[in-house]
């Protein structure tokens, strides 16, 4: 049986600068690749996440998204929505000239909004919030590696906007650097079902929070850059008084900065209320394309 090729692009996203961010590899058009093959090829590349393009099951939708991790395919994830944004744009599969369209995901459509400039910044909205089950706070701590007084007074709680993330919000920059979730902190906090969780250990800043991820159930010792996180985050830091004070709407969270891919995802709050909806932004610099042949 004769092979096919596919052609592919890595993207470095929530960046402008080449190989920081969080790198995706994008399948612009996966027509033909069926579902075992798209998670081989996930393994492959071995990047947090990789994504596959094809036809939207209706006209309201640009296209339909696949997301898989080396191990999983994904309902929702940021990094990926935003990474493919930015293909389906340069590629002119999406008009350069509408501000606005929306993807086709397994959690449902996800709204896109493009902010021109020289270096656009791509927005997504993120599906609604759910404040889930709140954890012990003396577990988390020595689930990561730390102490009880390295984390604030608020109890660890998962939240979730389609994927379930455990936060634990920890005193400053240092104890995030020294945090470290490995196979057996991981199967502490593992949610009612017994499925893992992402946990995601930040602290609060000036300009938002500076923050880590990790997921070594789903195959991601740590993520760079958690866009589907950071909606959550949003809401979980404004619940617990933890965003900096005044009028602001938008925000930064530095993520990836300890492994070297420094991230920075940008929020936006609706009328600074998370309740209302919360927008997770940033840029996206592309570094490679490709073909692959199977």
Not at 53 to 74: C, G, H, N
Not at 264 to 286: R, Y
Request: hydrophobic share 40%; net charge negative; proline share 7%.
């Amino acid at each position: 049986m004769g092979s096919q090729t596919y052609r592919y692009r890595v993207v470095d996203v929530f960046t402008t600068q080449p190989l920081e961010g969080n790198p995706l590899a994008v399948f612009p058009d996966a027509r033909g690749i069926n579902d075992a093959t798209m998670q081989r090829i996930a393994r492959e590349f071995n990047l947090s996440e990789t994504t596959f393009v094809l036809p939207a099951s209706q006209p309201d939708y640009a296209a339909f998204v696949r997301i898989f991790t080396p191990y999983k395919e994904m309902k929702f994830a940021g990094h990926p929505t935003i990474g493919t944004s930015f293909v389906l744009l340069d590629e002119g599969k999406v008009s350069r000239h509408g501000e606005r369209f929306v993807l086709e995901e397994k959690v449902g459509g996800v709204p896109i909004r493009v902010e021109p400039g020289e270096e656009p910044m791509i927005w997504l909205t993120t599906p609604t919030i759910q404040f889930e089950k709140i954890y012990d706070r003396k577990i988390c701590a020595e689930a990561l590696g730390l102490t009880k007084d390295d984390l604030l007074e608020m109890n660890p709680q998962v939240l979730s906007a389609g994927i379930p993330n455990l936060y634990v919000a920890v005193r400053n920059k240092g104890a995030v650097d020294r945090a470290w979730l490995d196979l057996r902190g991981a199967a502490s906090l593992k949610d009612g079902d017994g499925e893992a969780l992402c946990v995601f250990v930040f602290t609060p800043t000036p300009e938002g929070a500076y923050s880590r991820m990790f997921a070594p159930e789903l195959g991601v010792q740590e993520d760079p850059a958690t866009g589907s996180a950071t909606g959550p985050l949003a809401a979980y830091m404004l619940r617990n008084g933890l965003l900096p004070k005044g009028e602001r709407k938008r925000y930064v969270s530095e993520q990836g900065t300890k492994m070297g891919r420094r991230s920075l995802l940008h929020i936006q709050l609706a009328d600074g209320d998370a309740e209302q909806g919360v927008e997770v932004g940033g840029h996206v610099t592309p570094i490679a394309d490709g073909t692959m042949r199977i």
